[in-house]
């Protein structure tokens, strides 16, 4: 085979410095300079960033994108095969990063491509405890919907319950705890409170939806 053939049929692997380009353009939703490198270096795809700008990365494309970027960034490379479950240096996936952040639509992605829900981080933090931290009901209740496990423990031993506790969220306390207990039915007034659809940011307004009386305390004494 001649030798410019065999070039084309192996390509050289993307350097560092490309791969940097590629995650900080996924992230800033450069979708251009995305598609352009994924034309060139199909491979790229999963690779992560490493020091860019002098910050320590170790991230992938999708992770950069679930974390800061744009909903449709997310959809394009899942429709190019990212993985989702690469983690970062600190074991967060994609979905628990999103998650942490109460990115709803970005978990709904995530969850439909087949994430993880379980998925634990070094410290055994999970998506559903990432989103108690601040208290992201949509989000929360996504995951419930979507079977994420109550009981887990991150490395502090606490529970989701317990982290939403310590925090004063107690909407989410209620929600958590309640939640093994409900009626289909009562699941189902509770979705149409919080479409899983909704952009990330709508916290305040979902609250504003729910009656005062939340329908997940009909179950209490």
């Keep these: 085979m001649p030798a410019n053939k065999l070039k084309d049929a192996f390509p050289a692997p993307p350097s560092q410095e490309k791969v940097n380009k590629f995650v900080m353009a996924a992230k800033d939703g450069k979708f251009k300079t995305v598609n352009a490198l994924l034309a060139k270096y199909p491979g790229i795809i999963d690779l992560k960033a490493t020091d860019i700008d002098g910050v320590f990365w170790s991230d992938t494309a999708l992770y950069g994108a679930a974390y800061w970027g744009p909903k449709e960034m997310v959809e394009l490379l899942l429709s190019k095969g990212a993985s989702t479950e690469i983690k970062d240096p600190i074991g967060h996936t994609p979905l628990l990063g999103a998650a942490r952040l109460g990115r709803t639509d970005i978990v709904v992605l995530l969850l439909k ?67 093994p207990t409900l009626t289909q ?37």
């Design 113 to 179: 491509n087949g994430a993880a829900i379980n998925a634990k981080s070094n410290y055994n933090e999970t998506p559903l405890i990432a989103a108690t931290i601040d208290g992201h009901m949509d989000t929360i209740q996504l995951l419930l919907e979507n079977g994420a496990s109550i009981h887990d423990r991150n490395g502090g031993g606490l529970t989701a319950v317990d982290v939403a506790r310590k925090n004063g969220y107690s909407e989410a306390v209620d929600l958590i705890e309640q939640w």
């Design 185 to 221: 039915q009562q699941k189902d007034e509770l979705k149409k409170l919080a479409h899983p659809e909704i952009p990330a940011g709508r916290l305040e307004k979902l609250k504003s939806q729910r009656p005062k009386q939340s329908p997940f305390k009909k179950n209490q004494p």
